[in-house]
């Protein structure tokens, strides 16, 4: 699976970085940062936690 961000939609609340460290993080200009837009299996739960933790709906899981 792969991580798809709407910039247009997010706002970096950085919500999705404290649900996902490993995923998501806020870059030094408090964008979000994508660390790693591969998501392993075993990380489709935290994965999917954090796109539900979205307030603005800007993160989607899709397959690759």
Do not use: H, N, W, Y
Not at 52 to 60: D, Q
């Amino acid at each position: 699976m792969r991580v798809r961000v709407d910039t247009d939609q997010c706002d970096s609340t950085g919500l999705c970085a404290a649900v996902a460290p490993e995923i998501f993080a806020l870059g030094t200009d408090d964008m979000l940062v994508v660390r790693s837009p591969t998501v392993d299996p075993a990380q489709v739960p935290v994965a999917e936690a954090a796109v539900r933790a979205c307030p603005k709906l800007a993160i989607e899981l899709v397959e690759r």
